[in-house]
T-cell receptor, first 109, second 115 residues
Framework: GQQVMQIPQYQHVQEGEDFTTYCNSSTTLSNIQWYKQRPGGHPVFLIQLVKSGEVKKQKRLTFQFGEAKKNSSLHITATQTTDVGTYFCLSGGYQKVTFGTGTKLQVIP | DSGVTQTPKHLITATGQRVTLRCSPRSGDLSVYWYQQSLDQGLQFLIQYYNGEERAKGNILERFSAQQFPDLHSELNLSSLELGDSALYFC??????????????FGSGTRLTVV
């Protein structure tokens, strides 16, 4: 099955600093989705990337799908305390839906 | 409210027992997925059903089983429970069997504590 590694596992940033999490797959992905899970909450869908090299933006969040469709990144500009949570990537497709290991983001006010 | 309903929200039971977790997918969604999340851990995919049929299987133990009924709700049965089965169990749903551009919609989860 697909192995999706996500780095870093934890990240502490000062409020206002930027943050990036990366997902790397051993196989080519049909698509990749990103989710955010607030502490004590459930994962909430953020976005889906399908095309090679695709870049999508949502306000301060920038999502990118690699040219080879084996990696993806989520970048947050000027973090806020509301960005606290764990960010997961999810590789979809027909056979299995595999979440990345997640990056837990702490924002220090 | 995400539209995916999971019951019960909390469950405390003893080792060796059997429990059933229930999930009602979002209206119109045909796929149901079950995930296990242990404390401060990632989300482990257990099993997927699409329109009543098993579609994909993940790291689901033989002591665990699931089914999706004609009304599309799903149940996850956990038997011979062990302490290590204590976790948050999430159900998610989507329209297509591969998910769609709106992603998977998760329920609030069932927190299972085995004592």
């Amino acid at each position: 099955g697909q192995q999706v590694m996500q780095i870093p596992q934890y990240q502490h940033v000062q409020e206002g600093e930027d943050f990036t999490t990366y997902c790397n797959s051993s196989t080519t992905l049909s698509n990749i989705q990103w989710y955010k899970q607030r502490p004590g909450g459930h994962p909430v869908f953020l976005i889906q990337l399908v095309k090679s090299g695709e870049v999508k933006k949502q306000k301060r969040l920038t999502f990118q799908f690699g040219e080879a469709k084996k990696n993806s990144s989520l970048h947050i500009t000027a973090t806020q305390t509301t960005d606290v949570g764990t960010y997961f990537c999810l590789s979809g497709g027909y056979q299995k839906v595999t979440f990345g290991t997640g990056t837990k983001l702490q924002v220090i006010p | 409210d995400s539209g995916v309903t999971q019951t019960p929200k909390h469950l405390i039971t003893a080792t060796g027992q059997r429990v059933t977790l229930r999930c009602s997918p979002r209206s119109g969604d045909l796929s149901v997925y079950w995930y296990q999340q242990s404390l401060d851990q990632g989300l482990q995919f257990l099993i997927q059903y699409y329109n009543g049929e098993e579609r994909a299987k993940g790291n689901i133990l033989e002591r665990f089983s699931a089914q999706q009924f004609p009304d599309l709700h799903s149940e996850l049965n956990l038997s011979s429970l062990e302490l290590g089965d204590s976790a948050l169990y999430f159900c998610a749903s989507s329209v297509e069997h591969t998910g769609d551009s709106d992603g998977y919609t998760f329920g609030s989860g069932t927190r299972l504590t085995v004592v």
